[in-house]
């Protein structure tokens, strides 16, 4: 691999998250994606079986979720849907780990791909699946979301650069992002953006749902309050 950052306008953003359920802030930092670094496309892939914590609706419901709220028509920008992992975990029961999944996905995608991850995950990272090499499969988009998600970044990024695993390069920044190289896969890229996503848990709505307020009064899209309902999820069926 060439030692110089990737083109992000040729980049493909892998947006994983559990989806359990989607909100309107996973659709938000999707759309942003598309501006800020500029991705071609990207790929939206609900988690299966996550090692880390466990989903309240099943891998299919929420699967059947993602597709309503990030399948958009007429869309300018290519998104996909894509069950790789849920299907994954489903044949093999092991849980379902980036690492196997960026894997996978490489053999399309190649150099070209990106991980999605907010400033939590970016500070959980060191407990993730075959760290530290996981960072050298692909580059990485880390989103900063509002009200301390640059304050989260700042100090797992000092934890990193500490710990020898990346190094500052701020001859490759983005649209005057900060950009950082992984120290052992010379030309990984981790970029830190800001996001306008809004300041939505998906815990939350859930809690609310379970509490009877109505799926149309909460921060989800109207195709996904829809889908909720008919499919009776998070105590809609009461």
């Not at 994954?88 to 894997?103: E, H, I, K, N």
């Amino acid at each position: 691999m060439s030692q110089r950052p990737p083109r992000w306008s040729e980049c493909t953003a892998l947006f994983g998250g559990r989806f359990d359920p989607p909100h309107l802030g996973h659709e938000q930092a999707l759309e942003g994606l598309f501006e800020t670094p500029g991705v071609s496309r990207v790929l939206v892939v609900p988690s299966g079986n996550p090692p880390h914590k466990s989903t309240a609706a099943s891998n299919e419901a929420r699967l059947e979720l993602a597709k309503e709220a990030f399948k958009k028509p007429g869309r300018a920008r290519p998104v996909e849907i894509l069950d790789d992992e849920i299907e994954r975990t489903r044949l093999s029961g092991c849980p379902g780990y980036a690492w196997d999944t960026l894997q996978a996905l490489k053999g399309t995608y190649g150099d070209s791909l990106a991980f999605v991850i907010g400033a939590d995950q970016l500070r959980d990272l060191p407990q993730w699946h075959r760290f530290p090499e996981i960072l050298g499969l692909c580059h990485w988009i880390v989103l900063e979301r509002q009200p301390d998600g640059q304050a989260v970044v700042g100090e797992a990024i000092k934890t990193l650069i500490g710990s020898g695993l990346l190094r500052p390069k701020p001859e490759w920044s983005t649209q005057g992002l900060p950009a950082l190289e992984v120290s052992h896969s010379p030309g990984r890229t981790l970029l830190v953006c800001p996001t306008k996503a809004p300041a939505v848990s998906s815990t939350d709505i859930r809690e609310r749902l379970a509490r009877g307020e109505r799926p149309e009064t909460l921060p989800i899209s109207p195709e996904v309050a829809l889908r909720l309902k008919s499919l009776k999820l998070y105590g809609t069926g009461h």
